[in-house]
DNA sequence: AATGTTCGCAACCGCTTCCGG
DNA sequence: GCCGGAAGCGGTTGCGAACAT
């Protein structure tokens, strides 16, 4: 789809940003004004102290706004572009492991940021995962696996149903490898992953893992607000030479049923 | 051509975690 | 150990373009 300028987007509205900031702090979408101070102002100070930095940088949006703004639209490394069908693959086996951390999984794709692949995910990847009867949240099959689909906000409903008590039912069909349940309700960083997730190694071809406890304590992840931090035994190589296995291990190959369509799909193959 | 619907994505919101005093 | 501010995260919403009728 031909995309309008991102400046484009969003009715420009200005006001309410809560108590106490309401005087004149703009919101929705950012102009190329906007976007040539926030750059400006990050490349002579860098990144960092974002609450200040619009003021500095003569900007009428709050920190969070310029910190969201660069993130996903102006850092000089983002990878702009449609997601290619290698980066679509491991989302997917991303996603199965580590569940809805995007920030995790965009960590693991160059140029990508979580924001995008979170889009990409509810909008094109859970739907085909649903198509083909698998459950998005779970990777298990759907019961019935009477595919429906409808407009995204009505899944976006549905999940957000499906969800709204953080603890999803157990699913029927007992899965083989499921990504690990968030460690606390409604926890959306730092959420550990435990035991739970140690075990689920096993028999995934990673069981040099098991006894790590929590294998994915690295500090880098710490400090990309990852996992929990009770555990930081793995070392960042350690971590990284893991999920960089999700590209090349055979075995996790063979337990996703790498087998791919003649269109460069995972068939269904094992679960994809 | 007009109208309605779907889609894609940027941005906002609320919450949690981190960290320094 | 406690508290408050800052930063970061995932969920959700708003809006215009594209597509269908």
Redesign the pocket.
Known sequence: ????P??????VGVGS?GAGVMRTLK????TPEEDELLSRAVAKEGE????TLPRRAGLLRC???C???WM??LRPDIKRGPIAADEEDLILRLHRLLG?????IAGRLPGRT???I???W???LSKKLIARGIDPRTHTPLPGAAASLH??RAD??A??AG?ADKTPPLPEIEPRFAPPPPA????????GVGGDFATSMVGFGVEGFEGFGDPFCAPDV????GF??DCPIVDDATFSSFLDSLMNEERIADYFGDHKDADGENDQGGAY
């Open positions: 789809m031909t995309r309008k991102a400046a484009q987007q969003r009715g940003a919101r929705g979408a950012w960092g102290r974002w609450r920190g969070k706004s910190r969201l703004r996903n639209y809805n951390r995007w920030s995790l979580d924001n995008e979170k889009n990409y509810n909008s094109h407009s995204h976006a409903a999940a957000a969800s606390h309700p409604s926890s959306s960083s730092g959420a710490a400090a990309r607000g929990g931090l």
